[in-house]
Nanobody
């Protein structure tokens, strides 16, 4: 299994930007599709974005299209989530996941990081 460590969360004002990072262990990082999910207290973990191993295909939740960008650097074994024009509803904990594919249903994915908190103040 791949081990994942998220970082980059923090407090930001509405309209601001943050970049999250997900560092992965192992020598086969480029073979994994990477994904980002987020979870607010008492709610299910929701799909945010995914990117294929080569970086050629990306997919986004409608709620973040045009504001968030997922990318990866296979040489650094790291995936990123650039978040712009942040809104208070973008506030929950963000989790990174990796797999041969990424299913938008969180419980279908096996490898998860510990999460990083993002707080957007209004």
């Amino acid at each position: 299994q791949v081990q994942l460590v998220e970082s980059g969360g923090g407090l930001v004002q509405a309209g601001g930007s943050l970049r999250l990072s997900c560092a992965a262990s192992g020598r086969t990082f480029s073979s994994y599709t990477m994904g980002w999910f987020r979870q607010a207290p008492g709610k299910e973990r929701d799909f945010v974005a995914a990117i294929t191993g080569s970086g050629g295909i990306t997919n986004y939740a409608d709620s973040v299209k045009g504001r968030f960008t997922i990318s990866r650097d296979n040489a650094k074994n790291t995936a990123y989530l650039q978040m712009n024009s942040l809104k208070p509803e973008d506030t929950p904990v963000y989790y990174c996941t990796a797999g041969a594919t990424i299913d938008s249903r969180w419980y279908k994915n096996d490898n998860w990081g510990q999460g990083t908190q993002v707080t957007v103040s209004s």
